[in-house]
């Protein structure tokens, strides 16, 4: 059944028409909340499907990608903070610091295997935290404050929400073109195989660290962006981005979508985000909640929202 | 002289009391194959019995008996109704399962005991201080925690390496379908172990509180240094474990303590007061980097096939 229509696509194509179209609602209902939010879930989303790429393909399952959501913030807000205003400059050093720190943790984590590897992708994380706890003239442990947002010139203006929420949806939908490009690639085709059967391909003379240490440097990089752009938003960057339990909010919002999905950490990112946005208007114990959800999703939802989609469809 | 000795007591008071909360994650770990992250929420639930129940029974020991039962009450019905469900899933499953229960645990404690932290005072007979060499004199309550822990340690080593049910643990922890197809009920050995470790975090929860206070998400902080003790010891070995966690307390306390001087003496005193704390959490992160680089599968990996 090689038809277009298949659920995977409808839904991922009413996602994207919904993002591009929630402007338009939020103009009309005056209900500028809405764009607030989903300008964060889409930064999110973006961060989430980054670690899709990483997880739900290459099989590495990394508990520190929020390090680069930190990374990609101070360097624009550490720029910032330093004059240096213009965007031109502040998302380049974002994207290369990011990559850069991806290849020096990826290099010696990808050492390691299974939890082992969950384990120290967390310490480097954790480090990342301290760093920057540590940078007292940086705000240290309060954070810094971020004056202006990233100036492209008058190119586009960050400080209007409706420009500034399309070009996140800019990055998202860019950043899954890249993944979907990186995934459907003789590289791409590499790493899931790598992630099947990794005797067999190193057998046929693939050289596995290398190929899964290029994959990660990706997936750390398109995070990185997404980093520079939390920053903008919340104008605002402390070490807390960086804390473990935001590694763990970006590995539940891509299993609760669909691991290895297109799109699943996507929607998980909405779901999740929503969900936790929604559960704190109704109680102010939203987590507890949240939680057994998550635990019922792992127990009787394998496969994410995606999966469950599909599952619903064939029966 | 003085702080060096207690310095060195209180790194391993507190390697101690990591040791009490890997040894159970390192069990759980090592023989169900189950990452639980929810093993830091039952650390605070110690605490939170025991300063609910000290305070209730006006008795501190007696209290902290009912609470250590309470914590090994929850570990059993956690296990019972939720986590035996997902023993054999992928490792994923467990991370994002109890990371629900974190979740859950920290908003049902603020529930019920409130958003600010409580205080577990200690019996005037656990706060004089002891002389331990002639001029040194170091707090009776972490002499007590060192002595309990050495002594839950020796039991450990004691139940694990010479009783019938100890064979049966190690035997799970190196071949889980072996023991199970030689006829052994591994379902219960499952839950006893799952408890055992619930109680031992309870207990290192419960001794921990009177020096620092009782609060939410403190057993988060915690519960990423077992998890390094573990990576660093070897995944389901309690001889790892006890080694890592005494080395990661003495590191983490001595580095502290005496970091800030050593850096002032190569840094500006500003720039050593604001790098030294950074450094010094960082330092533990840093050792286990350097250990999984040099030795992927930890010190003393449990299961040698």
């Known amino acids: ?8 696509n409808v839904v991922a194509a009413m996602v994207v028409a919904g993002l591009l179209l929630l402007p338009l609602y939020t103009s009309l209902s005056g209900n500028v909340f ?25 099989g590495m399952m990394s508990f520190g990608h929020a390090a680069y959501l930190g990374i990609g913030g101070y360097a624009v807000g550490i720029l910032a903070a330093e004059g240096i205003g213009s965007g031109f400059i502040q998302w380049p050093v974002a994207l290369a610091t990011s990559a850069l720190f991806a290849l020096v943790i ?12 969950i384990m120290i992708t967390l310490a480097f994380a954790q480090m990342a935290y301290y760093v920057a706890s540590g940078l007292a003239r940086y705000g240290g442990d309060d954070g810094l404050t971020i004056y202006k947002r990233s100036d492209f010139a008058g190119l586009i203006n960050l400080s209007n929400r409706v420009q500034f929420y399309y070009l996140c949806v800019f990055c998202l939908l860019g950043g899954l073109y890249l993944i979907w490009r990186v995934v459907n690639s003789r590289f791409g085709m590499v790493v899931q195989g790598l992630r099947s ?14 190929y899964r240490l290029v994959c990660f440097v990706i997936a750390g990089t398109v995070c990185g962006l997404a980093g520079a752009l939390l920053a903008n938003n ?21 299993i609760l979508g669909g691991m290895g999905t297109m799109f699943g950490p996507v929607i998980g990112a909405i779901v999740y985000l929503v969900l936790e946005e929604f559960l704190s208007q109704v109680t102010e114990y939203w987590a507890l909640i949240m939680g057994p959800l998550l635990l019922l999703i792992v127990l009787f939802g394998r496969g994410g929202i995606v999966g469950l989609l599909e599952r619903g469809r064939h029966g | 002289m003085l702080l060096v000795v207690e310095q060195f007591l209180n790194g391993l008071q507190f390697g ?6 890997a040894a159970g994650l390192t069990l759980v770990f090592g023989i169900m194959d189950f990452v639980n992250l929810a093993h830091g929420s039952l650390y605070m639930m110690g605490a939170y019995f025991a300063a609910t129940f000290v305070a209730w029974t006006g008795n501190f020991l007696l209290g902290i008996v009912l609470a250590l039962g309470a914590t090994l009450l929850l570990g059993i019905v956690l296990e019972f109704v939720a986590l035996r469900h997902l023993y054999g899933r992928d490792h994923l499953d467990h991370v994002l399962a109890t990371f629900g229960l974190i979740l859950f645990f920290n908003d049902a404690v603020r529930l019920i005991w409130g958003p600010a932290g409580l205080a577990l005072s200690l019996p005037a007979w656990l706060t004089v201080p002891v002389a331990i060499l002639p001029g040194i004199y170091y707090p009776a309550y972490r002499l007590a925690i060192i002595a309990v822990a050495l002594a839950v340690a020796l039991m450990l080593y004691l139940v694990v390496m010479r009783t019938r049910i100890g064979m049966l643990i190690r035997a799970g922890a190196s071949n889980r379908e072996m023991i199970g197809a030689l006829g052994i009920n591994i379902q219960l050995l499952y839950t006893l172990v799952f408890g055992l470790g619930a109680a031992l975090a309870g207990l290192a929860g419960l001794m921990q509180a009177p020096i620092l206070t009782v609060q939410i998400g403190m057993g988060e902080n915690i519960l990423i240094l077992a998890f390094v003790i573990i990576v660093i010891g070897g995944i389901g070995s309690i001889r790892g474990a006890f080694l890592a966690a005494i080395f990661v307390g003495m590191i983490d306390t001595l580095g502290r303590a005496f970091l800030p001087d050593l850096l002032r003496k190569v840094l500006s005193s500003a720039a050593a007061s604001t790098a030294a704390p950074a450094l010094s959490s960082m330092l533990i992160y840093l050792v286990m980097a350097i250990v999984l680089v040099v030795r992927p599968e930890g010190l003393f990996p449990a299961n040698k096939r």
Not at chain 1, 34 to 58: C, D, E, H, K, Q
Not at chain 1, 199 to 210: H, K, L, S, V
Not at chain 1, 237 to 250: E, F, K, Q
């Open chain 1, 1 to 8: 059944m090689k038809t277009p229509f298949n659920v995977r």
């Open chain 1, 34 to 58: 809405a764009l607030t939010l989903f300008t964060r879930i889409v930064i999110f989303a973006l961060a989430a499907s980054s670690l899709n790429l990483i997880m739900g393909y290459g």
């Open chain 1, 106 to 117: 990826g290099a010696l984590s990808l050492r390691t295997r299974g939890v082992y590897f």
């Open chain 1, 197 to 210: 059967n990794e005797a067999r391909m190193q057998a046929i003379g693939f050289p596995a660290t290398r």
């Open chain 1, 234 to 254: 919340t104008d605002f960057i402390s070490p807390a981005v960086m804390y473990w339990t935001r590694s763990g909010d970006l590995m539940v919002m891509v």
């Open chain 2, 16 to 21: 101690l009391l990591l040791f009490l909360l």
